[in-house]
């Protein structure tokens, strides 16, 4: 094995085990129309996906009835990263309008900013809007910080994409809102789309203690092969 090679494999060792330290807290889904609120915790009763760190609900709140509504947190897309995909359908018109939140605590990521994407299409649909969030107290659904807003789109297809500055330190919090608003009653009204939120990292970041202990150990690893090589070549 050449010297490259073994410190590529030690520094990947490393990265890995950083890796392992970094995920944060379950996500949680909110689903409001009306005086109707459900609350979905990733691996809850109400949770269709097993996987850790997303949540897919597909149920009825009040007249919308989601077919699938999923969401996605760090623990599946990378630190501070998240995706809201709802794919949603109130019959005969949706009287209140439906707001679906995902939100994200324990975030630990250094960030100056998030960009955001949303897109879809929609029938019958009144409006759509998705905002984001950050909240330097940690806690869950806050709205303490603006990150950006997309939108009011119309019944068409529509897409999007804006970014905006933050001012967390860790460890805080990160919420997605999407807004649906209903057409014309009486008639099937219809909305598919999907909202990212990808962060936007600092540079001059200084490494945390934990990895400079992790890569500290990884360079001692590699100077005792070096040595033990040596040895062996020697005798």
């Known amino acids: 094995m050449s010297i490259s090679r073994a410190v590529l494999m030690i520094c990947t060792v490393v990265a890995l085990a950083h890796a392992g330290t970094a995920t944060a807290a379950p996500i949680s889904m909110q689903f409001v129309s009306g005086a109707i609120t459900v609350t979905v915790t ?3 009763p109400d949770d269709a996906n097993p996987t850790d760190g997303a949540i897919t ?7 919308w009835n989601l077919n699938v509504g999923t969401g996605l947190g760090p623990n599946v897309l990378g630190p501070a990263t998240m995706d809201l995909a709802s794919v949603s359908t109130a019959f005969l018109g949706a009287i209140d309008p439906l707001t679906v939140s995902l939100t994200q ?9 998030f960009l955001m994407d949303f897109g879809g299409t929609g029938l019958n649909l009144a409006s759509a809007s998705y905002s984001a969030y950050a ?5 869950a659904f806050a709205l303490s910080q603006l990150i950006g807003t997309l939108g009011p789109y119309g019944t068409t297809a529509f897409s999007g994409s804006t970014s905006g500055a933050v001012a967390v330190t860790g460890p805080y919090s990160l919420t997605q809102v999407l807004s649906l ?4 009653p009486g008639q099937l009204t219809m909305y598919s789309g999907d909202a990212q939120l990808s962060p936007i990292v600092r540079t001059d970041q200084v490494p945390e203690p934990m990895t400079l202990t992790l890569f500290g150990g990884g360079l001692a690893m590699a100077g005792a092969w070096l040595r033990r090589r040596r040895g062996a070549r020697v005798s």
């Open 181 to 184: 608003t209903g057409g014309r």
């Open 135 to 139: 909240d330097d107290a940690n806690v």
């Open 57 to 63: 609900f597909i149920g009825s709140v009040g007249s």
């Open 42 to 44: 990733d691996g809850g």
């Open 105 to 113: 605590t324990d975030i630990m990521s250094p960030v100056i900013g």
